[in-house]
């Protein structure tokens, strides 16, 4: 059964840096898709990321330059690296699982909240 | 970018009775490939989105065959034929066609009328 368990969120100061953390279970991060979407308090879903089997990634531009994505085959884990984060920052971070490009987000963690705030 | 717009934005329902979302793209989202990236996805209160229909039109495992989806070009529809209380809670529409990025609409709110 795939699972996807996020963690790291926290309640961090506008400039910090934060790394999200994404277990997975029942597949491999090394062969399939992994992306990172956002939804802010009270708003809609906005894609922030994609790595990609062979390792490249992708990023909204929103954050391009700010965050980074990389994975720990070893642990099976995909990590978002957020640095210099500002107030829109501020939302609940999903982790997704994709088997193909396009992405269509065939699974979804439960979510781990950041919030930027001083 | 692709602008996804979903209409309506709230959408009051009677149990047992069809609801209807629509969702339009600021391009038409057929791929080169032949394929329409266009997918659906509910959430509920206070829960993750789950993916209900991709491709436009193909139901995902699991999902009640009460949900269809239909539409091409830049116009879709998710359909459910009988509401049901589980099936409150907020959809969207989302491309993959044009990517990155791909693509959500802002949500249709399905509610008890």
């Known amino acids: 059964e795939v699972q996807l368990v996020e963690s790291g969120g926290d309640l961090i100061q506008p400039g910090g840096s934060l790394r999200l953390s994404c277990a997975a279970s029942?597949?491999?991060?090394?062969?399939?898709?992994m992306s990172w979407v956002r939804q802010a308090p009270g708003r809609g879903l906005e894609w922030v990321s994609i790595?990609?089997?062979?390792?490249?990634?992708y990023f909204a531009d929103s954050v391009k330059g700010r965050f980074a994505m990389s994975r720990d085959i070893s642990k099976n884990t995909v990590y978002l690296q957020m640095n210099d984060l500002r107030a829109d920052d501020t939302a609940v971070y999903y982790c997704?699982?994709?088997?193909?490009?396009?992405?269509?987000?065939?699974?979804w963690g439960q979510g781990t909240r950041v919030i930027v705030s001083s | 970018e692709v602008v996804m717009t979903q209409s309506p934005v709230s959408l009051p329902v009677t149990l047992g009775q069809p609801a209807s979302i629509s969702c339009r793209s600021s391009?038409?989202?057929?791929?080169?490939?032949?394929?329409?990236?266009l997918h659906w996805f509910q959430q509920r209160p206070g829960q993750s989105p789950r993916r209900l229909i991709h491709?436009?039109?193909k139901r995902d495992s699991g999902v009640p065959d009460r949900f269809s989806g239909s539409g091409s070009d830049t116009d879709f529809t998710l359909t459910i034929s009988r509401v049901e209380a589980e099936d409150l809670g907020i959809y969207y529409c989302?491309?993959?066609?044009?990517?990155?990025?791909?693509?959500f609409g802002e949500g249709t709110k399905v509610e008890i009328k």
């Open positions: 997704s699982r994709d088997i193909i490009v396009p992405p269509r987000f065939d699974y």
């Open positions: 029942g597949f491999s991060v090394s062969v399939d898709y």
């Open positions: 790595l990609y089997t062979y390792g490249t990634t």
């Open positions: 391009q038409s989202l057929r791929h080169s490939d032949g394929n329409t990236y």
């Open positions: 491709n436009v039109s």
């Open positions: 989302m491309q993959s066609t044009h990517w990155p990025p791909p693509t």
